[in-house]
């Protein structure tokens, strides 16, 4: 089981970032697959998530700014982040079944001016 993430960067405050979880070693449309993220200093919290029937869901800081998706073709889930804030700079990773499963080792997002 492999969980491999990218596309995190620098951007400026309003800006977008999509970031891209390669799934490999298990189907990921079988299982809850959430993305977390941890600022620094601060605790893990999931900021989104879909569920086996294509459910998606968000923590509300986030609502209507990010979007996630999966293709379940390459196996792969991703997150659309639009109108970015200083507040979203994290360590972005994705998870099943989080927190008791298997994560990624994560990408990097930094929003700043």
């Known amino acids: 089981v492999q969980l491999v993430e990218s596309g995190g960067g620098m951007v400026q405050p309003g800006g977008s970032l999509r970031l891209s979880c390669v799934a490999s070693g298990f189907t990921a449309r079988h299982y809850d697959m959430r993305w977390v993220r941890q600022a620094p200093g601060k605790g893990p919290e999931w900021v989104s998530g879909i569920n086996t029937g294509g459910t998606t869901y968000y923590k509300d800081s986030v609502k209507g700014r990010f979007t996630v998706s999966r293709d379940n073709a390459k196996n792969t889930l991703y997150l659309q982040m639009n109108s970015l804030k200083p507040e979203d700079t994290a360590l972005y990773y994705c998870?099943?079944?989080?927190?008791?499963?298997?994560r990624g080792q994560g990408t990097r997002v930094t929003v700043s001016s």
């Open positions: 998870a099943r079944d989080w927190p008791r499963g298997p």
